[in-house]
């Protein structure tokens, strides 16, 4: 059985070098174009992992962070940041959210498979 990613990012190069290195993987994903959208897609997709960028239109990362955590049904599932934000303070506010983990933009294709390997419950 593969690994469901829901992938959630405003870049839309981004999101294709997303589907790009978490399909070789072999994982199904499913992308989003900001984070309303993602939200929307979470119980149709019901993934294994989320990957969230911050800085997003309609709604940020953090929005998603606590929209996912607030649902009962997606309590504990593992989310990602993937931004180009390093700030410490802000990687606290994700860690203090329910964020899983935080990875900066740009992205190595092998340490993000391994990360989602890892922290997915399967």
């Known amino acids: 059985m593969s690994l469901k990613i829901l992938a959630i990012d405003d870049s839309r190069t981004i999101r294709e070098m997303l589907r790009k290195a978490l399909g070789s993987a072999g994982f199904e994903v499913h992308l989003a174009d900001d984070g309303q959208a993602g ?16 800085n997003m239109p309609r709604l940020d990362g953090f929005g998603v962070l606590n929209a996912i955590r607030a649902n009962v049904n997606f309590k504990t599932l593992p989310v990602l940041i993937l931004t ?5 303070d802000l990687k ?4 203090q959210a329910g964020a899983t983990g935080w990875i900066v933009k740009p992205f190595d ?7 989602i390997r890892r922290i997915a419950a399967v």
């Open 84 to 88: 180009t934000e390093s700030a410490q």
């Open 92 to 95: 606290n506010m994700a860690r």
């Open 39 to 54: 939200i929307e897609a979470l119980e149709q997709v019901v993934p294994d992992v989320v990957i969230t960028d911050i």
């Open 109 to 115: 294709d092998g340490k993000l498979v391994s990360a």
